[in-house]
């Protein structure tokens, strides 16, 4: 058997917005008398949530952020993304290559999604079967979304492969019962990326799109095997 969907998250699968996403940030701190480099946005606070973020940034600057800080960080990656954001490589070719139902899973708002894909190029190859965070009550690494979007394009949890960059999207697709590929080949990844995909439960791990068509397959076999799932 195979699988009957595939599930894509956004941000560092399909479009390479990490790094803008530091740059967006970088500026917006340093204009509000936090100095820092997109690269020490990444070292800093990759994978530690906004909230937490902000009150680091906020007990060492010794005030609070004005309340606009949010909208313009939000300002500055989609003007950003305009002229910066690309598709990640060969996403569009392995896109293309999949005859199976595909859909988006993304913790940014409907706004953002729409914006990255179109910038990127692959909005037309993936709408109208866009889903927000937004949409659910909570976001990742909780399970709401991937099986809001399941069950949105009518495909059983189990009969679903997801492929997400990030330890809370790998996560939450874990906790759907769905199959996860975790990507790593986003220009945000470092080395230790690919160990803590695995860690939070992704089936199999890999770094080229090239490789995608044949790797859903490869894990769709497993999947189907007399002897249930294991590992790849
Ligand atoms: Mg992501």
Same mark, same amino acid.
């Given at each position: 058997m195979s699988?009957?969907?595939?599930?894509?998250?956004?941000?560092?699968?399909l479009v390479d917005s990490e790094v803008i996403s530091c740059r967006a940030h970088a500026d917006t701190l340093t204009r509000h008398g936090f100095p820092i480099?997109?690269?020490?946005?990444?070292?800093?606070?990759?994978?530690?949530?906004?909230?937490?973020?902000?009150?680091?940034?906020e007990s060492e600057i010794g005030?609070?952020?004005?309340?606009?800080?949010?909208?313009?960080?939000?300002?500055?990656?989609?003007?950003?993304y305009a002229n910066d954001l690309s598709a990640i490589a060969h996403v569009g070719d392995a896109i293309a290559a999949?005859?199976?139902?595909?859909?988006?899973?993304?913790?940014?708002?409907?706004?953002k999604i729409h914006h990255g894909?179109?910038?990127?190029?692959?909005?037309?190859?993936l709408a109208?079967?866009?889903?927000?965070? &937004?949409?659910? =009550?909570? $976001?990742?690494?909780a399970p709401d979304l991937f099986l809001f979007a399941a069950t949105q394009m009518a495909a059983r949890p189990e009969r679903c492969v997801v492929i997400e960059d990030s330890v809370a999207g790998v996560t939450g697709g874990c906790a759907?019962?769905?199959?996860?590929l975790g990507f790593y080949g986003g220009s945000h990844c470092t080395a230790e990326h690919e160990a803590m995909l695995r860690e939070a439960g992704a089936a199999i791990t890999f770094a080229d799109m090239r490789q995608l068509p044949d790797l859903i397959a490869? &894990?769709?076999? =497993?999947? $189907?095997?007399?002897?249930?799932?294991?590992?790849?």
């Open positions: 699988f009957d969907l595939v599930i894509f998250d956004c941000d560092g699968v480099t997109p690269d020490g946005v990444l070292k800093r606070f990759l994978g530690v949530s906004d909230r937490e973020a902000r009150r680091i940034v005030r609070a952020l004005p309340e606009s800080f949010e909208a313009e960080v939000k300002h500055a990656t989609l003007s950003f999949l005859t199976l139902p595909k859909c988006v899973a993304s913790s940014g708002t409907p706004e894909l179109t910038c990127a190029g692959l909005y037309d190859q109208p079967h866009i889903f927000s965070a &937004a949409q659910v =009550k909570r $976001g990742k690494p759907a019962g769905m199959t996860v490869r &894990a769709g076999q =497993k999947h $189907g095997s007399i002897a249930g799932f294991s590992p790849v």
